[in-house]
């Protein structure tokens, strides 16, 4: 099982990133996934997740109304869209997967890991 977090990037305040998970090695129609982030000196902690369809989605208050996870099961992908992004949403991103079909906010709860992609928001 391979999963590859990408478009991270350096922007401002404001400004809209899209992050993508690519998965491999899976059944991606049994693939709930998530995603986390991490700040220097602090702990990894929970963003958003999504069940095995779009229906089932969840975010940690922090983003909720401007962040928005979704999937594009023929492409075997999960995207993380996040619009007015703030300085303080500056983290490495890590996306990661399990096969329950649960909502998960805890990173010992995911079985899978990517590695994680730079955002950096500038103010």
């Known amino acids: 099982v391979q999963l590859q977090a990408s478009g991270g990037g350096l922007v401002q305040a404001g400004d809209s990133l899209r992050l993508s998970c690519a998965t491999s090695?899976?059944?991606?129609?049994?693939?709930?996934g998530g995603w986390f982030r991490q700040a220097p000196g602090g702990e990894r902690e929970f963003v958003a997740g999504?069940?095995?369809?779009?229906?089932?989605?969840y975010y940690a208050d922090s983003v909720k109304g401007r962040f928005t996870i979704s999937r594009d099961n023929a492409k075997n992908t999960v995207y993380l869209q996040m619009n007015s992004l703030k300085p303080e949403d500056t983290a490495v991103y890590y996306c990661?997967?399990?096969?329950?079909?649960?909502?998960?906010?805890?990173?010992?709860?995911?079985?899978?890991w990517g590695q994680g992609t730079q955002v950096t928001v500038s103010s």
């Open positions: 990661a997967g399990t096969s329950y079909n649960l909502k998960y906010a805890r990173a010992k709860d995911y079985d899978y």
């Open positions: 999504i069940k095995w369809s779009d229906e089932g989605t």
């Open positions: 090695g899976l059944t991606f129609s049994r693939f709930a």
